[in-house]
């Protein structure tokens, strides 16, 4: 035995040749569907020539652009319309305010006139009123110096003060024809009056020189009650001294003042305004 008989081969072992013939005969089916494919294919390649027709998109589009223009002239005409109303509404409105204005203008023009009118007859009729008391004041006046001629004029012009007499009822009478004059600060006759220039140029009638003001008219006789009262006595409103108003007590429960803008010179009860006091100067 040979010693080498014991170690195995490293050799591959053959292929049966079955097994050969086997794969090389796959292998050449292969190839063979190939070449026949390869020969075969660019014979059967033909261009597409089939026409595919796409729907026709465009049926009724006229129709679609003809109402959508006819709805813009719609549109446009509805707008004009409304600019043209509105135009006219304004118009309108302008003209009313016009008209409007104008009317209130006449009435007011009117109402003017009317006034006017009215003061001008008021101011005739005052300007004569005021022409008649000058007349009776240049009467009164002239015989002054008379205390029997004062105290006629006193009685005939001031039913009132019937118990007055003397300077007294002068001074009454005075001041009673002042009734119905303005009330002006400050004023000193003829036709316009304050309370103490009143009290003032009455007083002067007689020959009596009272101070101008309130306060010191209100100190300057004697201090009388006024449960006491005489014609011709003057009334204050206020402390004495400090008086702000003064009258002229002209009998009967009445005065005459001065009072204010309101109501000019006026005769009346001592209740309407209780005075705080009365001087007697006469």
């Not at 006017?116 to 009467?139: G, I, L």
């Not at 009685?155 to 019937?162: D, H, L, N, R, Y």
Request: hydrophobic residues 40%.
């Amino acid at each position: 035995m040979s010693h080498t008989a014991l170690i195995p081969s490293h050799r591959k072992p053959r292929q049966s040749a079955s097994k050969t013939a086997l794969r090389a005969g796959v292998a050449g089916g292969v190839l063979s569907t190939i070449a026949v494919a390869g020969a075969a294919g660019p014979a059967q390649a033909e261009p597409v020539t089939q026409t595919i027709e796409m729907p026709t998109i465009t049926a009724g589009l006229s129709t679609t652009v003809a109402a959508s223009a006819e709805a813009t002239q719609q549109v446009a005409l509805d707008l004009e319309t409304q600019a043209n109303e509105d135009a006219a509404a304004a118009t309108a409105a302008k003209a009313a305010k016009k008209a409007k204005a104008e009317a209130v203008r006449k009435a007011e023009a009117e109402k003017k006139a009317e006034a006017a009118a009215k003061a001008q007859a008021e101011a005739k009729a005052e300007a004569a009123e005021r022409a008649s008391r000058s007349t009776e004041r240049t009467t009164l006046s002239a015989p002054s110096g008379s205390s029997s001629s004062g105290s006629s004029v006193s009685t005939a012009s001031a039913p009132a003060s019937s118990s007055a007499s003397g300077s007294a009822a002068s001074v009454v009478s005075f001041v009673q024809m002042q009734v119905g004059d303005a009330y002006v600060s400050g004023g000193t006759g003829p036709n316009s009056w304050d309370c103490s220039g009143l009290v003032q140029a009455a007083f002067r009638t007689v020959g009596v020189d009272l101070p101008r003001v309130s306060q010191s008219q209100s100190t300057a006789g004697t201090q009388v009650s006024l449960s006491n009262l005489q014609p011709g006595d003057i009334l204050y409103w206020g402390g004495a001294g400090s008086a702000y108003h003064v009258g002229v007590y002209v009998g009967g429960g009445q005065f005459v003042g001065a009072q204010n803008s309101s109501t000019g010179v006026v005769q009346k009860s001592l209740d309407y305004d209780p005075p705080s006091g009365a001087v007697r100067v006469l």
